[in-house]
């Protein structure tokens, strides 16, 4: 027998998910979305231990800082032949966010900008704990298309 009036069950988290939509500004960002990563290399490259990161998340002072030392990169040996590292640091910066202004120290998370800590709080313990998330700069573990650019979720 069908049910077309079958009520879908919503967690929670969803409803938490519908409060915090629309908070705060979140530069480089547009209806919470970003370009995706569209250079080949530095999207197999970038995402051998995490997705990819959309460049522009951050402006281009803080990739210098990033691309200036991979094989110290977060307690990690992401370091790249000279070649490569130059092509995707190039991408890196030709499609960084572009502020106003900078601010110091420039920062290096996603995940430590006041627009980002605004917006996952609540999420934080959550993805600590889970071990399927592990923390929250792991995006694709909440946001299905992060890394097609898109993090509202439905
Ligand atoms: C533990 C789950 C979780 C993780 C991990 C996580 N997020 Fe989120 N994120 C959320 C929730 C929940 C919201 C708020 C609900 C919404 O607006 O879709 C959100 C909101 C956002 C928004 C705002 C979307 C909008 O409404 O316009 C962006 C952008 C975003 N996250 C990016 C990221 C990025 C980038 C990462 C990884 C560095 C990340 N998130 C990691 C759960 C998570
Ligand atoms: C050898 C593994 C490895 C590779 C390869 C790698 N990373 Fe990472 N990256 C890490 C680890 C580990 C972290 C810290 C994650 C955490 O705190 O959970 C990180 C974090 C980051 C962060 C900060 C995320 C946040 O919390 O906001 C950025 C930005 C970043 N990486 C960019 C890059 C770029 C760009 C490349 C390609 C040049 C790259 N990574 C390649 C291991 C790697």
Same mark, same amino acid.
């Given at each position: 027998?069908?049910? %077309?009036?079958?009520m =879908?069950?919503?967690? &929670?988290?969803?409803?938490?998910?519908?409060?915090?939509?629309?908070?705060?500004?979140? %530069?480089?960002?547009?209806?919470?979305?970003?370009?995706?990563? =569209?250079?080949?290399? $530095? +999207?197999?490259?970038?995402?051998?231990?995490?997705?990819?990161?959309?460049p522009?998340?951050?402006? $281009?002072?803080?990739?210098? +800082?990033?691309?200036?030392?991979?094989?110290?990169?977060?307690?990690? /040996? @992401?370091? #790249?032949?000279?070649? =490569?590292?130059?092509?995707?640091?190039?991408?890196? #910066?030709r499609? $960084? @966010?572009?502020?106003?202004?900078?601010?110091?120290?420039? %920062?290096?998370?996603?995940?430590?900008? &006041?627009?980002?800590?605004?917006?996952?709080t609540?999420?934080?313990?959550?993805?600590?704990?889970d &071990?399927?998330?592990?923390?929250?700069?792991?995006?694709?573990?909440?946001?299905?298309?992060?890394?097609?650019?898109?993090?509202?979720? /439905?």
């Amino acid at each position: 027998m069908k049910e %077309p009036f079958a009520m =879908t069950s919503k967690a &929670p988290f969803v409803a938490a998910l519908a409060l915090l939509a629309g908070l705060a500004p979140r %530069p480089g960002l547009a209806e919470g979305s970003v370009r995706q990563v =569209t250079d080949p290399v $530095a +999207k197999e490259e970038c995402s051998a231990c995490h997705m990819a990161y959309q460049p522009a998340f951050l402006p $281009a002072e803080s990739w210098k +800082k990033i691309f200036a030392d991979l094989s110290n990169h977060f307690g990690e /040996d @992401a370091s #790249l032949d000279p070649k =490569t590292e130059a092509r995707i640091r190039n991408y890196y #910066l030709r499609h $960084a @966010a572009r502020w106003r202004s900078i601010p110091k120290p420039v %920062p290096i998370r996603i995940t430590e900008l &006041p627009w980002f800590t605004r917006e996952h709080t609540r999420f934080a313990a959550r993805a600590k704990q889970d &071990p399927k998330i592990g923390s929250l700069s792991n995006c694709t573990a909440c946001h299905r298309y992060a890394e097609r650019g898109w993090f509202e979720n /439905d």
